[in-house]
């Protein structure tokens, strides 16, 4: 499969004892897990909106050879269909969740890099995938709404 997917490790402290108080229970973190895959694919899509990388960066500008070619009023990685933001998607295994596209250019625009016939064109990083404080804490706070849930 091409494209790019981001694999959220909780790295977290308050994430990490949260899932350990799952385990420990013996509960499945699944359901919490497809909570914050939805999260995660509904600040996605905030960012693209925005324009901007998920640490509130504005991802840097069409240049003047692509503007030429795009509808105007068409957003940054957005075309007449946006393929790129509808095509993400989440998966939830039995203890991750991961977040990404299959498009082939997917990984491109994520991480910049030589492309185009004879890789001459080359295309900057802007990144639409990724996790910040604020959603660490949001992850939190869904792992914490998790355990308290009868």
């Not at 039995?94 to 997917?106: A, D, E, K, M």
């Not at 994520?110 to 990083?125: C, D, E, F, M, T």
């Amino acid at each position: 499969m091409g494209g790019v997917t981001l694999s959220i490790a909780m790295d977290d402290k308050q994430v990490r004892s949260l899932f350990a108080k799952i385990e420990r229970r013996g509960a499945s973190p699944r359901p919490a897990l497809k909570s914050i895959g939805e999260y995660m694919l509904r600040r996605t899509f905030e960012r693209f909106s925005a324009e901007e990388d998920p640490e509130g960066n504005s991802w840097l500008p069409l240049s003047k050879a692509t503007l030429k070619q795009k509808k105007p009023g068409l957003k940054i990685l957005q075309g007449d269909t946006n393929l790129l933001r509808d095509e993400i998607n989440y998966q939830v295994t039995n203890n991750s969740v991961g977040l990404g596209t299959p498009l082939v250019y997917g990984a491109i625009h994520q991480l910049g890099g030589q492309a185009g016939r004879g890789r001459k064109v080359a295309i900057p990083a802007r990144p639409y995938l990724g996790v910040n404080d604020e959603d660490l804490s949001e992850f939190a706070a869904i792992l914490a709404d998790y355990l308290t849930e009868d």
